[in-house]
């Protein structure tokens, strides 16, 4: 399968030089003149790998904007210029990047973009099994020893977030950004009642460890 690529540098030098070869070389390429057509591009086509040219645009593709859904893990890497500054560099993975290449290297370019689609799909694992869990995100369906659990679109979202690191405590900024999609610092209980919810449902399907942890004053776990 050709991977879609979406091609966000509108300070290039060279206009349409990326553009071309990477057609050349396989991709399906999708190219945005500024930042918010880039964004409107993430949401509505869904690429599998993000070229950007500055940091910024990163950053936002990272943290999400209120109302608006895209995938916030996107590969995305980040473009520079022949002999960029180390410090650029660094503030370029500080904002989210995947990785960072010169423009002027393209078939070092064409590589990395290989080696972070690689990494990304080795990364996506389509079911997880915890515990007597097990999510299945193609199908969409929790099971618990066996027994289906019927869960909401938000309630099976959080338990798929919260299953990829079950032991790690999610704030409940980081779960309003990354499966209702809202940016910033909201005040509401959204968290807080589907946690509850899919808390509830597990245990009447039959869980016997505890699971959707609240840890006060921080967010929720998975497992203890």
Sequence with gaps: MRAALLLADPDSDHPGYLERNLR???FDVVEAGWAS???DIAERSRPD???VGEAELCARLREGEPGRRWDRNIPVIVLTAAGA???DRVRAFERGADDVAERG????????????LRRSAVGQADVLEVGELVIDRRARQVRVGGVSVSL???EFDLAFGLASDPYRVFTKEELLRDVWGYGGRLVTRT???HASRLRRKLRAAGAELPYVINVWGRG???LE
């Design 191 to 193: 968290v807080d009642s």
């Design 105 to 116: 290297m393209y078939p070092e370019l064409v590589a990395r973009i290989h080696a972070v």
């Design 152 to 154: 909401a679109g938000r």
């Design 24 to 26: 050349s070389d396989g």
């Design 37 to 39: 057509q880039a964004l």
């Design 220 to 222: 929720y776990r998975l």
């Design 49 to 51: 790998i993000v070229l």
């Design 85 to 87: 500054d180390p410090v």
